[in-house]
Nanobody, 123 residues
Framework: VQLQACGGGLVQAGDSLSLSCAAS????????MGWFRQAPGKEREFVSA????????LTADSVKGRFAISRDNTKNIVYLRLNSLKPEDTAVYYC?????????????????WGQGTLVTVSS
């Protein structure tokens, strides 16, 4: 499975971005997928995850109400909508796929990772 994340960029505080993660090599409709982020000098942290069907979602408290994950299984794509961005949201954002059906918050639950896309939020 190959995951290709894109959509990052430089924005101002309060702006919005939409990230996408395209999967190839396997149909992903039964597998949960997640987004993680890693800021400079910090550990990778969980952002949000969605079940294979899209019916179950987990979201970190730090972004709840601002970020929204979704997926289009017909296109093999998972999205992350980032609203009301803050400077502390600056990080490389990674998408990941787990062979589980249900979403997971631990990075070790995920078997496949995309290359990451950089989001920079200026104040």
């Amino acid at each position: 499975v190959q995951l290709q994340a894109c959509g990052g960029g430089l924005v101002q505080a309060g702006d919005s971005l939409s990230l996408s993660c395209a999967a190839s090599g396997r149909t992903i409709s039964v597998y949960a997928m997640g987004w993680f982020r890693q800021a400079p000098g910090k550990e990778r942290e969980f952002v949000s995850a969605i079940s294979g069907s899209g019916g179950s979602v987990l979201t970190a408290d730090s972004v709840k109400g601002r970020f929204a994950i979704s997926r289009d299984n017909t296109k093999n794509i998972v999205y992350l909508r980032l609203n009301s961005l803050k400077p502390e949201d600056t990080a490389v954002y990674y998408c990941a796929l787990t062979v589980r059906i249900d979403p997971a918050v631990l990075p070790e639950s995920y078997s496949y990772w995309g290359q990451g896309t950089l989001v920079t939020v200026s104040s």
